[in-house]
């Protein structure tokens, strides 16, 4: 019988994590987990060698042999068909533009014969927070990730919805018009760094830091951050009529500090 444990795969604007998963149970073998740092402003190589490092981890606390399939959650722009990278102009793996990921990862790997697939990182986290998660017992919900960039993923019964008549062609929102730009330059990490510097005329490397300061600056951004975002979000709840929103990505760890204005502006 084929084996069905695979390889999942997040790639993350600071991180790549990697846990091998059992098709036939859908459980996460948690003790075959690997999360690595990674420098999304790093050259070709040091981004790959932090990937294949991770993923061949997972391999070896697996056991797997043979054929190794491996299902990336990842960013766009990217050619979820073809694997190649179109990152560009979006503040993250600019030098893996227009590269095949298959093609160089795999000299990289400990198994030769690996078979790659892609999907959208909020897309995924939609799904597997349908099938897996905690809206699992729900049929319509939106799932947002809030990191380096704005995801979104809109889903109906466990299927993602990119051509739906109630929501964003793709179900992208991220590219979408907002206050003097779009909405990714404000749902993400680099908004809140230039905010906060913008406000406090202090740097920061992160997210994590302004949460941590929790001085009259952070709360600003945060409470800024949650009315933006109740006022993009609105009409498309409107549209969408979801049962649940689900929020992911590094800067929802600080959901405690802009949530209760988002909720409060929806409501």
Not at 12 to 23: E, F, K, M, R, Y
Not at 212 to 234: C, H, I, L
Request: charged share 20%; hydrophobic share 40%.
């Amino acid at each position: 019988m084929e084996n069905q444990t695979v390889v999942g795969i997040d790639i993350g604007g600071s991180h790549i994590t990697s846990t091998a998963v059992d098709l036939r149970k859908l459980k996460l073998l948690h003790d075959t987990h690997c999360s690595i740092a990674v420098d999304n402003k790093a050259s070709k190589k040091a981004i790959f060698k932090g990937w294949s490092q991770a993923i061949n981890a997972t391999i070896t606390k697996a056991n797997l042999q043979g054929k190794v399939k491996l299902g990336f959650a990842m960013p766009g722009p990217f050619h979820y068909g073809t694997g190649v990278a179109m990152f560009g102009g979006n503040d993250k793996y600019e030098k893996l533009y227009g590269v095949s990921i298959p093609a160089e990862l795999k000299k990289h790997l400990k198994s030769q014969e690996v078979e790659f697939r892609f999907l959208n990182d909020a897309m995924a986290f939609g799904v597997g927070v349908s099938l897996l998660g905690k809206a699992k017992n729900y049929r319509k919900i939106i799932a947002i990730t809030l990191g380096t960039g704005f995801g979104t993923a809109f889903i109906d019964d466990g299927v993602p919805q990119q051509n739906s008549h109630d929501v964003p062609q793709n179900g992208w929102l991220w590219d979408k018009p907002f206050m003097k730009s779009i909405s990714d330059d404000y749902f993400s990490t680099r908004w809140c760094l230039k905010r906060y510097h913008e406000l406090a005329s202090k740097q920061v490397k992160g997210v994590k830091e302004i949460a941590e300061s929790n001085d009259q600056y952070s709360r600003a951004v945060f409470e800024e951050f949650g009315v933006n975002m109740a006022n993009f979000m609105v009409p498309v709840l409107k549209q969408y009529r979801p049962e649940l929103i689900v929020l992911g990505g590094n800067i929802s760890k600080a959901s405690a500090l802009f949530l209760p204005v988002l909720r409060e502006k929806i409501r």
